[in-house]
Nanobody, 123 residues
Framework: VQLQASGGGLVQAGDSLGLSCAASGGIFSLNAMAWFRQAPGKEREFIAEIRWSDGSTFYADFVKGRFTISRDNTKAAVYLQMSRLKPEDTAVYYC?????????????????WGQGTEVTVSS
């Protein structure tokens, strides 16, 4: 399985940006897809997840109301629309597949990861 994330870039505080992630290859088990991010010197942190069966979404508290995760079932793709970006949103953003149902959003629950796309928000 390969995940290709795209859409990162340099934006100003308050701007919006959309990220995309497409999965390819033999996906045998797909319960959910998610977005994480990792800032320099920090651990990878959960942003949002969308369950493939019914589109249920789950967000980290720090992005509620600013970020929206969505999916395209026909393409095995997931998107992250980000608005009102802040300098502290600067990070490398990763998409990932959760093969099996779990109520945990720890990175250990996700089996496949994209290469990441960098988002830089200037003040």
């Amino acid at each position: 399985v390969q995940l290709q994330a795209s859409g990162g870039g340099l934006v100003q505080a308050g701007d919006s940006l959309g990220l995309s992630c497409a999965a390819s290859g033999g996906i045998f088990s797909l319960n959910a897809m998610a977005w994480f991010r990792q800032a320099p010197g920090k651990e990878r942190e959960f942003i949002a997840e969308i369950r493939w069966s019914d589109g249920s979404t789950f967000y980290a508290d720090f992005v509620k109301g600013r970020f929206t995760i969505s999916r395209d079932n026909t393409k095995a793709a997931v998107y992250l629309q980000m608005s009102r970006l802040k300098p502290e949103d600067t990070a490398v953003y990763y998409c990932a597949i959760k093969p099996y149902r779990s109520d945990s959003y720890s990175p250990s629950q996700y089996k496949h990861w994209g290469q990441g796309t960098e988002v830089t928000v200037s003040s």
